[in-house]
Each structure stands twice: as structure tokens, then as C-alpha cells.
């Protein structure tokens, strides 16, 4: 038996209203461009829009001019998607609340999660929407994953709750240390103001 290794995400398709509304949202609030429109290929009757979140992957959408938003938030039932996730810079994510508030959306705040802060809002269909924003910067040749990979093993080991950013400047010097090459031998910490 063999593993099917996937590489990433190729796209991600939601259930949406009619064409409009998706593209107000997708693009008139998130910034997303709107790329491709075609039929919904399986549905003559739905329409299927794709965005470009920013880096390259896709959003899609199926749209139905008969079917209009619906402001309830969406089911939380086991295999449900409870929210999507998007990444925004620091300097953007310091500006959310206040763009937010010009518009009227209501919103969580900011959550502190240790290796990232969140702010959560819903879509005009009641589809929850995190912007998310790295607490961290990983080593060059590095990743976000590796970073928290090493972090939850620190955690792990030294007993603590959840990840903090102890966790995650550990780990940016244990792969530091581990990619890049020293003439030195010994690599601990020193004490050059003695």
C-alpha cells in the first residue's frame, strides 16, 4: 500500500448565492482578483467564478442567480468546513478592524493564538472568515510549518499548554543552527559583556 502525497492546495470551491454577491465579497472585500468565469460544468444551471487569494492557489465559487444570501451561520455539524483561513501581512492586519468597522461587520477582535493573530467575521451566507497574520518570521530556506513543527515539539517536551512565542524563537535557532553552516564549534549561547 502506497500513500497519494499531495503538494499543496490545489483549490478550495464554496457554495455561494448568486454571481454578484460572491464577487462583492471575494473581490470587493478581500481583494481577491476575479480571474475565470465559466458554467458550473456538472450544473448547467449554476454559474462557477475563481478568485486568486494571492498566491497563486484558487477560490471558486457556484453561483445561482436564485439562490440568495443567507445571514445564519453555516452548519458546524461533523464534516462541515467551520471556517477558511486567509493570510494577510502585519501591516494589513493592523488596518482590518478599522476597515471592518467602515463597512458595518461585525467581527471577534483580535485573538492572540501564540504563533499567529486572528480576527474572525462572516461572509454575507454566514461562512466564517479568519485573517490571519504570523506572530513570526521563519529562518530564509525555511517555512511556516517547519517552524511550528519544531515549536510543538519544544512545547511538548517542556510540558506547556499551547504554543507561545518562547516555543517559536527556540525553534527559528535550532533550525538556524541546523541549516546554516559555522566555522565555530560551539554554537551555545555566550556571555560577551562579562
Not at 40 to 48: A, F, Q, R, S, T
Request: glycine residues 8%; charged residues 25%; aromatic residues 8%.
Amino acid at each position: 500500500m502506497q500513500k497519494i502525497q499531495v503538494i499543496g492546495v490545489h483549490h478550495i470551491t464554496l457554495m455561494g448565492a448568486d454571481r454578484q454577491t460572491s464577487i462583492d465579497f471575494w473581490e470587493g472585500l478581500l481583494g481577491m482578483p476575479f480571474i475565470f468565469d465559466q458554467p458550473n460544468l456538472d450544473d448547467p444551471d449554476e454559474g462557477h467564478l475563481y478568485f486568486d487569494p494571492g498566491d497563486g492557489r484558487l477560490i471558486t465559487i457556484f453561483t445561482n442567480e436564485n439562490r440568495k444570501p443567507v445571514y445564519s451561520r453555516t452548519p458546524m455539524d461533523a464534516g462541515c468546513v467551520h471556517h477558511l483561513a486567509f493570510e494577510v501581512d502585519r501591516a494589513m492586519f493592523d488596518q482590518v478592524l478599522d476597515r471592518l468597522k467602515e463597512r458595518g461587520i461585525g467581527n471577534s477582535g483580535v485573538k492572540d493564538r501564540g504563533f499567529m493573530h486572528s480576527i474572525y467575521f462572516k461572509d454575507p451566507l454566514g461562512f466564517l472568515i479568519e485573517l490571519a497574520c504570523y506572530t513570526f518570521i521563519p529562518p530564509r530556506g525555511s517555512s511556516h510549518a517547519e517552524v511550528m513543527l519544531e515549536a510543538h515539539k519544544l512545547r511538548v517536551a517542556r510540558g506547556d499548554h499551547h504554543i507561545e512565542r518562547k516555543h517559536l524563537a527556540d525553534a527559528t535557532v535550532m533550525i538556524v543552527e541546523r541549516s546554516q553552516r559555522s566555522l565555530s564549534e560551539d554554537r551555545s549561547p555566550k556571555d560577551p559583556y562579562r
